[in-house]
């Protein structure tokens, strides 16, 4: 398939993928959410030795701040990404919970003191998924062109709902794999590292 019909047809399954996400009721966001921090802290104990990259939540990704809360009082640090320029990776900013935030680009909240770092994992937002450890984020390309600059490979561990699962996301050359991906319904761990 050539890349003008596969951009097509991801903006199409974006689109489908964010009104299902849309159309949840809350008591099965807020269910799916406990699951999969809940999975997190079980499935990933290497985290809390780790310097986490996660994200702020929006158009109702799943929150994790409540396991990201625990790992730091275990003994992780923590940071948020921040976009700095347009299509260049994401920096990040150390997060503790009681940073002071200020809106980032499209209003969302990043440190108002950023302090960079380089995570040594990713928990790493997306909207679709496939078996083979590919994400559909919002087509902005950040998480890729972040991995991709990285002298470094974090552990990365994608998080969504299982709503998202795809046969494929129709990956191309710059898209890359996840090492892990949690949703309510489970754990797939790939054999990315």
């Known amino acids: 398939m050539n890349t003008n019909k596969v951009t097509s047809w991801r903006r199409s399954i974006r689109a489908e993928l964010l009104e299902r996400r849309h159309e949840l009721p809350e008591a099965e966001r807020l269910e799916a959410q406990t699951a999969i921090n809940q999975r997190i802290a079980d499935e ?13 939540p929006i158009r109702g990704e799943i929150d994790l701040r409540p396991v990201v809360r625990d790992l730091i009082q275990a003994g992780a640090l923590a940071s948020l990404p921040v976009i700095t320029e347009r ?3 994401l920096a990040f900013a ?29 928990l790493i937002p997306l909207l679709g ?25 974090p ?17 191309e050359p710059h898209d890359v794999a996840l090492d892990a991906i949690v949703t309510e319904s489970g754990v797939i761990r790939l054999a990315t590292r």
Do not use: C, K
């Open 155 to 171: 552990l990365t561990i994608g998080v969504g709902y299982a709503l998202g699962q795809l046969d494929t996301i129709r990956p």
């Open 129 to 153: 998924f496939d078996s083979s450890g590919y994400r559909m984020g919002y087509g902005g390309g950040y998480y890729d062109r972040t991995l991709a600059a990285l002298s470094h490979r």
């Open 44 to 56: 990933f104990p290497e985290l809390r030795d780790q310097l986490l990259g996660f994200y702020w």
């Open 87 to 89: 299509n260049e990776p």
């Open 94 to 122: 150390r997060w503790e919970p009681w940073t002071d935030m200020t809106p980032g680009v499209w209003n969302i909240p990043v440190p108002s003191q950023a302090a960079w770092v380089v995570p040594t994992a990713l």
